[in-house]
């Protein structure tokens, strides 16, 4: 075997293993709301109440993620994934467990701790083992996989829970997870070469104030802003919108869930898209904007039930597909504007903005549904693109400075 083809296929192994992975991370953030109107059966609860223990699960997550990106560039992003992926199954098979409504909140922080290290080991591993020349289709991958778990989640709950009860699948859900660990935890192409380079002892005061005036620089706060925003349009969607369209159009949750399947599916398709436009553009930022202006319009006609029955599946995965084009450019951008020194940091921080998202958003779009507006899910939803818009521009620019920036 030649050393280019050892490469390759080293590469692909990287790539594939920590994309199931992302896949994986993706699937439990969307296995349990499609349960959410059968739990609400079950204990009696508000949808605004169901919507506090995803606010839990993605609170710590939010608020730890930025830790576990220092813990990736301390102990090395292999040992930190397999730790997160263990903690993430264990959180969604109790859940599955659950005896009263209480229980899901202790299960939420567990998989919360567990969802907290994905972004960083992911981003790390990739960095470190791809070939700069594959970093490209690397990310498009991760991106890709990501989409995947998220549509396959409804798919998986609703159809077990179907045949076999709520419990049984997250019981499931959390067997796949521990199932894949012990697959991840054999791969040795993963170990090593993730830590960052250590410092003097007499330098680490410097280290660490350097590292928050990194983490507190303009570009950087924007890339969190805008994940922030990105991840509130997509809780609309994910958490929210199977519930909502069975009151708005008097479906069934079984085609509702179908509709939020061909809106992840599409941004998949989109993703895929994604990744050849910004080879062949350098204008990411104008890309990005015109498919979250036709994702937040598409969502917002949804949402006042204009759209004829038989087209809801066909205009839910054009959403999906313009809101996926944006995701190809977004890894590159944050990597251009984290020192090689800090990114393990950097990308925890920055997709902190992913969680804590879904700390603000669900208890507000439960709360529209819980007072007789679900129309006001896909409202909010469309406004949250439309506030994000001006931070991806943001971020366009970082990158490009960055690129044309002078070695020092």
């Not at 730890?64 to 301390?74: E, I, K, N």
Request: proline share 4%; net charge positive; glycine share 12%.
């Amino acid at each position: 075997m030649t050393a280019a083809s050892a490469s390759l296929r080293s590469d692909i192994r990287v790539i594939g293993f920590v994309g199931v992975a992302h896949g994986l991370s993706h699937f439990y953030h969307l296995v349990i709301p499609p349960l959410f109107p059968l739990l609400k059966a079950e204990f009696g609860v508000s949808y605004a109440a169901l919507g506090s223990v995803l606010a839990v699960y993605f609170g710590v997550s939010g608020v730890m993620q930025t830790v576990a990106g220092f813990l990736v560039d301390r102990f090395g992003a292999r040992v930190i994934l397999l730790l997160g992926l263990a903690l993430s199954a264990t959180g969604i098979g109790l859940a599955g467990l659950a005896p009263s409504f209480a229980w899901l909140y202790p299960a939420a922080v567990i998989a919360g701790f567990g969802n907290c290290v994905f972004h960083p080991a992911d981003l790390a591993l990739l960095n470190a083992k791809v070939q700069p020349q594959r970093l490209g289709y690397a990310f498009s991958v991760h991106g890709i996989a990501g989409n995947i778990g998220w549509a396959l989640a409804p798919v998986f709950a609703v159809a077990i829970s179907t045949a076999w009860g709520w419990r049984a699948a997250l019981i499931a859900a959390g067997a796949v997870g521990l199932l894949f660990l012990g697959v991840l935890a054999s791969q040795s192409v993963l170990a090593g070469g993730t830590r960052a380079p250590r410092r003097e002892r007499g330098t680490r005061a410097g280290g660490l104030a350097r590292d928050i005036r990194v983490l507190a620089s303009v570009p950087i706060v924007t890339c969190l802003a805008f994940f922030l925003l990105f991840s509130m349009a997509m809780v609309g969607w994910q958490a929210f919108s199977t519930s909502a369209l069975t009151q708005i159009y008097d479906i069934q949750l079984v085609f509702a869930s179908s509709v939020l399947t061909a809106f992840l599916l599409g941004g998949a398709v989109g993703t895929l898209a994604g990744g050849v436009v910004a080879s062949r553009t350098d204008r990411h930022g104008a890309v990005a904007v015109a498919g979250m202006a036709v994702s937040g319009a598409l969502a917002f006609v949804l949402g006042m039930g204009w759209i004829p029955v038989p087209l809801m599946i066909a205009v839910a995965a054009i959403a999906g597909f313009f809101a996926g084009v944006r995701g190809p450019s977004r890894d590159n951008h944050v990597r251009h504007i984290a020192p090689v020194e800090a990114r393990g940091k950097v990308y925890g921080f920055v997709y902190s903005g992913l969680d804590l998202g879904g700390l603000i958003a669900p208890v507000i779009l439960g709360w529209f549904i819980d007072r007789g507006s679900p129309q006001l899910v896909f409202v909010a939803t469309a406004a949250f693109w439309l506030l994000a818009m001006p931070t991806v521009l943001g971020m366009s620019r970082a990158a490009v400075f960055e690129q044309a920036a002078p070695a020092s």
